[in-house]
């Protein structure tokens, strides 16, 4: 009995020191995150979760976006000078400071070197992003220029659907443009929702921009899904207003019936790996800049036929173009301001929106202010005659059948 009991107090003895052993030490940094101005600097801590029973020296090591180490001597070429290593006394229980100089614009990952026998859970993983810009108001400057061409854009959508409303006619508003349109911000929605909420997708960019920032933000994933809403809206008033015996062309059913096999195809490649998912994006949103391009075509032809802009906004055109300057504008700041020219060009549906969207507004208003502005001037009194008019009517079978 005694012999049992010696053996259980030596058992219980040792629990202490086996849990000790066990401990999962992990070190950590303060901030979780840095943001830098070039040429400025700020103070650091990385600790440990626990104590330890000797001194520990902590050697900072780097990561790219790409999760790729990077040597010491290579960091010079990145966001930040080389930092100092940090100790942790034997029994420490706060963290050691290090400062943190900024080098030039971009992006890097701090992490700690594995210590020798001392096991650290995190060590040898990238822990911390820091960043370095230009400068703090450019980056401020460019969340406001994106939440004011969020607005131009989604405010440009209600001009057309109110004039319609307003004349209980869609006379003078082309059907292909009004379908093209949904089926463009679908795509549209589809692109953002992959650049903004797919991890994978995600991965593959940054993998292939590892000092770039995913270039879908916020804004612009709330347009894409309220410009697919009110486009849809602005389509259903075909079913209920006045057309004057318009319809949509057969060439617009050949379009869409084209774009539905293409995409077919995509996904089945990106379902086989064929392709990567990123690129199986690229090649679905694709079909948003291609809608966009060819989209504007059949109401710019309408007008000319028609020698009137009636039944189609100016308004939208005016808020359109000016979210087109924005959003270039917003791409140009974040790639200087982060030294990412991929912010540009790894988002070329949003850079080749901007430019289309402005070349067909100059085109419409050139029409309605220099070429017809009689025709827009007294758009109430030649509501009615336009009803009957043969040029509203663009497919050219429909126009040589009439």
């Not at 370095?132 to 450019?138: A, C, F």
């Not at 989209?295 to 039944?311: D, E, H, I, W």
């Amino acid at each position: 009995m005694l012999l049992s009991l010696q053996i259980v107090c030596l058992l219980l003895s040792t629990v202490p020191k086996i849990v000790q052993s066990e401990r999962a030490l992990k070190v950590y940094f303060k901030p979780k995150s840095v943001n830098l101005q070039l040429g400025e600097n700020e103070t650091i801590f990385i600790g440990l979760n626990d104590t330890t029973e000797i001194n520990v020296n902590l050697e900072v090591q780097y990561w790219n976006q790409n999760s790729a180490l990077i040597s010491l001597e290579d960091v010079k070429n990145f966001a930040i000078h080389p930092i100092n290593n940090v100790i942790i006394q034997k029994d420490q229980k706060g963290p050691s400071r290090t400062i943190v100089y900024a080098n030039k614009p971009g992006h890097i990952y701090l992490g700690i070197k594995s210590v020798p026998n001392i096991h650290i859970v995190n060590a040898d993983k990238p822990i911390t992003p820091v960043s370095v810009i230009h400068y703090h108001w450019l980056y401020i400057l460019q969340i406001v220029i994106g939440w004011l061409y969020f607005a131009a854009w989604t405010v440009s959508f209600y001009p057309q659907l109110f004039l319609n409303c307003k004349r209980k006619s869609v006379v003078g508003f082309n059907f292909d443009f009004a379908v093209l349109n949904v089926i463009g911000f679908f795509y549209y929605s589809i692109y953002n929702i992959g650049l903004f909420w797919i991890p994978l997708i995600q991965q593959q960019y940054l993998q292939r921009h590892p000092l770039g920032s995913v270039p879908v933000l916020l804004n612009d994933l709330v347009f894409a899904f309220h410009a697919f809403f009110i486009s849809l809206l602005t389509a259903l008033q075909i079913l209920f207003y006045e057309r004057g015996g318009q319809q949509v062309s057969k060439t617009c059913i050949g379009i869409i019936i084209l774009i539905i096999i293409y995409s077919v195809i995509v996904c089945i490649l990106g379902g086989a790996n064929v392709t990567e998912w990123l690129d199986t994006l690229y090649l679905l949103s694709y079909v948003k800049l291609f809608i966009s391009f060819i989209k504007y075509t059949p109401q710019a032809l309408m007008n000319f036929r028609r020698k009137s802009t009636v039944g189609w906004s100016i308004g939208n055109i005016i808020l359109d173009f000016s979210g087109g300057i924005l959003s270039i504008a917003q791409m140009v700041i974040i790639a200087y301001n982060n030294n990412d020219v991929s912010s540009i060009t790894g988002s070329p549906i949003k850079l080749g929106l901007g430019i289309l969207s402005i070349g067909f507004d100059i085109l419409f208003m050139v029409q309605h202010w220099c070429l017809y502005p009689s025709s827009s001037s007294s758009s109430n009194s030649s509501s009615n005659a336009l009803t009957s008019s043969k040029c509203e009517v663009i497919d050219p079978e429909i126009d040589e059948a009439k």
